[in-house]
């Protein structure tokens, strides 16, 4: 008598194993998407953090690239970047055009900014 049993619950094993492996792979690369989600947002929060911060010292009659002006920019963003898992930052500079000012923020690696539509100057 030829039983072909043994063949098919090895062959349902093997099978299991691959879905497992899948699922298992699935689930780190949603981990890596998710981890650089909140990363990439923790970012943009950081510097709209930062060009608020620079939007009220002009509103205040302060020159937008004032260093101290810079550095409670750069305070402000590292704050925020901290209380939602964002990367240190690594740079921070405030940027000058004839009607706009530009806030450009590097974090872990990534580049981001946020345009204001105010001068640098008060004046």
Same mark, same amino acid.
């Given at each position: 008598?030829?039983?072909?049993?043994?063949?098919?619950? &090895?062959? &349902?094993?093997?099978?299991?194993?691959?879905?497992? &492996?899948?699922?298992?792979?699935?689930?780190?690369?949603?981990?890596?998407?998710?981890?650089?989600?909140?990363?990439?947002?923790?970012?943009?929060?950081?510097?709209?953090?930062?060009?608020?911060?620079?939007?009220?010292?002009?509103?205040?009659?302060?020159?937008?690239?004032?260093?101290?002006?810079?550095?409670?920019?750069?305070?402000?963003?590292?704050?925020?970047?901290?209380?939602?898992?964002?990367?240190?930052?690594?740079?921070?500079?405030?940027?000058?055009?004839?009607?706009?000012?530009?806030?450009?923020?590097?974090?872990?690696?990534?580049?981001?900014?946020? &345009?204001?539509?105010?001068?640098?100057?008060?004046?």
């Amino acid at each position: 008598m030829n039983d072909d049993r043994g063949q098919a619950l &090895a062959f &349902a094993v093997f099978i299991l194993a691959l879905a497992a &492996a899948a699922i298992g792979g699935l689930r780190l690369a949603q981990d890596r998407i998710l981890a650089s989600q909140l990363g990439r947002r923790a970012g943009e929060a950081a510097v709209e953090a930062a060009a608020a911060v620079v939007a009220d010292a002009v509103v205040a009659g302060i020159a937008a690239d004032e260093p101290s002006v810079v550095d409670r920019a750069r305070a402000a963003a590292t704050d925020i970047a901290g209380r939602n898992g964002g990367a240190r930052i690594e740079a921070l500079v405030v940027a000058c055009g004839p009607r706009w000012t530009e806030v450009r923020m590097n974090a872990g690696g990534a580049a981001e900014r946020a &345009a204001i539509d105010v001068t640098c100057s008060p004046r």
